[in-house]
């Protein structure tokens, strides 16, 4: 009975855990996941703050191009 | 008018960075090889050096541009050195987000509190406090002199984080590029990382043209105001 419930437990435990997981399977293919998710990141910040700096600019030239009309 | 011929120059640039900066995506996504070592987060390379490329290159503009108005107090300058270091807080906190991003990947850790690192934070923070100095003052032209003066002591830091990895212990790597014994990075790679640089020089450029257009049209207006409220006080 022991024996069977210890059996029990890390079967469960082997198909849960995602470290003994990635141990069964290619490892190399666990870490490249993540590693394109950073790689996405990266560029998806480059262009989001470039984009903020080109919106912000030229909020600001709208805004002053009025106040030149109006003045 | 000037102003306009700058503006459209900064268009045209900022839009050849545009076209550069799609085809550099195509580069990394589908044309570079994946690093032996490294794999595919060495990708962001092309992303974190032409940022860390800009963002030394603007402040060297801050610097140069303070220097000079301090001893001829030219407007046009004090005008140039604030859009630069705009543009330049902008690209270098792409460098200190992307950074993690790999260092994550590469080192196992998001920070580490190694010499390249803190000086490029100590950078941020630099020109951080140029933008704080320069509307502190209750005068607009001390707060430009102080703002001058942490842009040409910030530009310090510069020398001290391109040799901070051959000096002190870190865990970045030695250069690839600017090394003594020549170039050590496949010509594909070279290829992509040249793309990423002229890309962000072209967009910091051209953005900084249109940005300093608009600190020339700004003070236009406020001289128009102060002039009116003359006239209307006399």
């Given at each position: 009975m022991t024996i069977r419930t210890c059996l029990l437990v890390a079967a469960i435990l082997a198909v849960s855990s995602p470290e003994l997981l990635a141990q069964g399977t290619d490892l190399a293919s666990q870490?490249?996941?993540?590693?394109?998710?950073?790689?996405?990141?990266?560029?998806?910040?480059g262009w989001i703050m470039v984009l903020g700096w080109v919106i912000s600019i030229a909020r600001r030239l709208v805004s002053v191009e009025r106040a030149l009309k109006g003045s | 008018?000037?102003?306009?011929?700058?503006?459209?120059?900064?268009?045209?640039?900022?839009?050849?960075?545009?076209?550069?900066?799609?085809?550099?995506?195509?580069?990394?996504f589908f044309w570079v090889p994946t690093e032996r070592?490294?794999?595919?987060?060495?990708?962001?390379?092309?992303?974190?050096?032409?940022?860390?490329?800009?963002?030394?290159?603007?402040?060297?503009?801050?610097?140069?541009?303070?220097?000079?108005?301090?001893?001829l107090r030219d407007e046009r300058l004090d005008m140039a050195?604030?859009?630069?270091?705009?543009?330049?807080?902008?690209?270098?906190t792409i460098m200190l987000l992307t950074g993690p991003l790999w260092a994550r990947v590469s080192w196992g850790t998001w920070w580490t509190w190694e010499p390249r690192l803190v000086l490029t934070l100590l950078l941020w923070f630099v020109y951080f406090s140029y933008f704080l100095?320069?509307?502190?003052?209750?005068?607009?032209?001390?707060?430009?002199?102080?703002?001058?003066?942490?842009?040409?002591?910030?530009?310090?830091?510069?020398?001290?984080?391109?040799?901070?990895?051959?000096?002190?212990?870190?865990?970045?790597?030695?250069?690839?590029?600017?090394?003594?014994?020549?170039?050590?990075?496949?010509?594909?790679?070279?290829?992509?990382?040249m793309v990423g640089l002229a890309t962000a020089t072209m967009l910091f450029l051209g953005l900084f043209l249109m940005r300093y257009t608009v600190e020339c049209l700004k003070r236009e207006v406020d001289q128009r105001r102060t002039g009116s409220r003359a006239a209307q006080g006399a």
């Open positions: 870490t490249l996941g993540r590693a394109y998710w950073h790689v996405f990141a990266a560029y998806a910040i | 008018m000037p102003e306009n011929r700058l503006q459209r120059t900064g268009i045209a640039l900022a839009a050849l960075g545009t076209l550069g900066a799609v085809l550099l995506l195509w580069m990394v070592t490294l794999g595919i987060a060495q990708r962001i390379f092309y992303v974190h050096v032409p940022s860390a490329w800009i963002a030394f290159f603007a402040f060297g503009i801050v610097a140069l541009c303070s220097g000079v108005y301090l001893w050195a604030l859009a630069a270091a705009e543009g330049g807080m902008v690209f270098c100095v320069r509307n502190a003052t209750e005068n607009p032209d001390q707060g430009k002199r102080f703002a001058a003066v942490v842009g040409i002591v910030g530009v310090l830091d510069i020398p001290l984080i391109h040799v901070s990895v051959t000096w002190m212990r870190s865990l970045h790597p030695q250069p690839v590029v600017l090394r003594p014994d020549g170039l050590s990075l496949d010509p594909d790679m070279f290829i992509t990382l």
